[in-house]
């Protein structure tokens, strides 16, 4: 049974470790490399996945195996504190299929409504990534925009798609 939870200090190895398999297996959906991702200390990784008044990062847990990731961040600026950004959405691969990306997105939702009033969510995905687009559109989101060039890997452009979600 996966079991959804905010995640906290003493899960930024495990954090850490399912950021790089997300580098390794979709770098095309993930902003930093292997290296900028490999970079970045333990204290680091820790201080990024604790819960704060304007961020949150969400574990899906098969056991203590951390099977899926999404974090939920706010600007804390009071004209824009009504919308919060999604992001880091991915699950293994060896767990996919069972609902989880969706049941994180739920959560992040949940905080989002409940602890920070929020009453939109955005987020950005690559434009190419069929599978993902799917996912957001299944779930409410609708792309407003494209940012050309927005990713550039081993050379390659890649267009990015702006969606949103009104929650209200």
Not at 91 to 116: C, D, F
Request: hydrophobic share 45%; aromatic share 8%; with cysteine.
């Amino acid at each position: 049974m996966i079991n959804i939870r905010l995640l906290v200090a003493p899960d930024a190895e495990l954090f850490k470790s399912l950021r790089l398999l997300a580098v390794e297996s979709s770098p095309t959906s993930i902003w930093p490399t292997r290296e900028e991702e490999m970079a970045r200390s333990i204290e680091q990784t820790a201080d990024r996945i604790q819960a704060t008044p304007t961020q949150a990062v969400f574990g899906a847990f098969d056991g203590e195996v951390l099977a899926g990731i999404t974090g939920i961040r706010r600007e804390p600026l009071h004209q824009v504190t009504h919308k919060a950004t999604i992001w880091g959405v991915f699950v293994n691969p060896s767990y996919r299929g069972q609902g989880i990306a969706q049941t994180l997105l739920a959560a992040a939702t949940a905080h989002a409504t409940e602890k920070w009033n929020s009453i939109q969510l955005m987020l950005c995905v690559n434009a190419e990534n069929v599978a993902a687009k799917s996912l957001y559109v299944s779930q409410g989101f609708q792309t407003f925009g494209l940012e050309p060039r927005a990713m550039q890997v081993d050379g390659r452009f890649y267009d990015e798609e702006h969606m949103c979600k009104p929650l209200l």
